[in-house]
Each structure stands twice: as C-alpha cells, then as structure tokens.
T-cell receptor
Framework: GAVVSQHPSRVICKSGTSVKIECRSL??????MFWYRQFPKQSLMLMAT?????????EQGVEKDKFLINHASLTLSTLTVTSAHPEDSSFYIC????????????????FGAGSRLTVL | QKEVEQDPGPLSVPEGAIVSLNCTYS??????FMWYRQYSRKGPELLMY????GNKEDGRFTAQVDKSSKYISLFIRDSQPSDSATYLC??????????????FGTGTQLKVEL
C-alpha cells in the first residue's frame, strides 16, 4: 500500500531557530499533500494544503510566513517552522493523496508517522 | 459547534467485547466518512471509509452511517488488546464537490484490557 515517510520523527530546538520537516510519498506520486497539527487529546487540525508546483493554501488563522511550505516535486513536501517558539511545540503530521486516487473521489489519505517538535 | 463531534473517552473494555465508537456531524455537505486508527505517537492509519447510509463490514470492523441523523459509528467485534488506540472519525467532501479536505473529530481513546 501507499507509504508516506516523515522526517524527523522528533526534533528539539531552541527558541528562535527554524526547523524543517520533510514529507515524502515513497511509492506513489502526490500532487497534493496536507499538513496537520495535533495537540494532545485534540483533533487533527489542518494547517495547509501543499500543491506541487504552486503556492500552498493555508487555513484561516495559520500564518503563512511562520509555516513555510514547499512542494517542489510529486513526492516531497516540506514544512519549515520559522523562528520557532515554545507555543509551536506540537505534533505535526503530513498526509498525501495518491494521484491515482479513488475512482469515487474520496479523499483517501495516507498519513506519515508524524514529527514531534519541542521548542525550548 | 464543531463540524465533527466525538467523545474523547477513554473507553475501557474487556478483551472480546464489542466496541461501539460514535461521532456526530453537522456539515450536510459531507459526502463520505472515514475512520482512522492512531497509535500513540504515530500517524493515523485508514481503517474504513463509507459513502452512503448503511453498514460496511471489513473483518471485525463495521462502519455505520446514518445521514438522516448525522451519526456515524464504528463497531469492533471480538476486541483485542492490539485494538487499543485512538480512533478518529472524519467527514469529507469529494474533489468534484469543490473541496478535498477531511474534517476530523477529536478521537476516542480505546483501551482493551486482558
């Protein structure tokens, strides 16, 4: 089945630094990838939709200058948390939809294992 | 009101029990529904997805949708300790519908005890 790899799985950084998280579709091409944020015991909150070859679409309330998304190829999207602060500490998860998709149109997503960011 | 509501639990059951996990939703535009299972510190994995009202069965899992009452359920038969995880329901709108996003519930934490 489809596999999405996310790296790093865990990162600790100092306040004010930037952190890059990679999301790769390993055995399929993904024109669209999604970035979510999840706080403990809370739902997955969609941050942005990453589109290959074009600008990402951000959800309301998500700072695009804070969370830089680049989708340079059909198999790689990156999320960069710029000038990270302790409140950015969270579990970030990406997902991807196979371009072959579902014949019925369902958004069957494959998720990465997530990246836990801790900002000191 | 959240678009997808789900009791966070935790729900604790003995091994072998039938588990019922439920969600309600408010967005009438949802065309399909999904259940994901998420183990601690891992990404969600898809269990099932359904379109229409009714039941869909896959092994020990049965997904049920009642669009008239905006209620979706996941039943797990003969529950096992390995089923212990957080179960997330989600509603989605198809690509042809102009959107391609999933809206998740908060997830229900399930513990199956020996």
């Amino acid at each position: 089945g489809a596999v999405v790899s996310q790296h790093p799985s865990r990162v600790i950084c100092k306040s004010g630094t930037s952190v890059k998280i990679e999301c790769r579709s390993l055995d399929f091409q993904a024109t669209t990838m999604f970035w979510y944020r999840q706080f403990p015991k809370q739902s997955l909150m969609l941050m942005a939709t990453s589109n290959e070859g074009s600008k990402a679409t951000y959800e309301q309330g998500v700072e695009k200058d804070k969370f830089l998304i680049n989708h340079a190829s059909l198999t790689l999207s990156t999320l960069t948390v710029t000038s990270a602060h302790p409140e950015d500490s969270s579990f970030y998860i990406c997902s991807a939809r196979d371009v072959a998709g579902s014949s019925s149109g369902a958004n069957v997503l494959t998720f990465g294992a997530g990246s836990r960011l801790t900002v000191l | 009101q959240k678009e997808v509501e789900q009791d966070p639990g935790p729900l604790s059951v003995p091994e072998g029990a039938i588990v019922s996990l439920n969600c309600t939703y408010s967005n009438s535009a949802f065309q399909y529904f999904m259940w994901y299972r998420q183990y601690s510190r891992k990404g969600p994995e898809l269990l099932m997805y359904t379109y229409s009202s009714g039941n869909k069965e896959d092994g020990r899992f049965t997904a049920q949708v009642d669009k008239s009452s905006k209620y979706i359920s996941l039943f797990i038969r003969d529950s096992q300790p390995s089923d212990s995880a957080t179960y997330l329901c989600a509603g989605g709108i198809g690509l042809t519908g102009g959107g391609n996003k999933l809206t998740f519930g908060t997830g229900t934490q399930l513990k199956v005890e020996l």
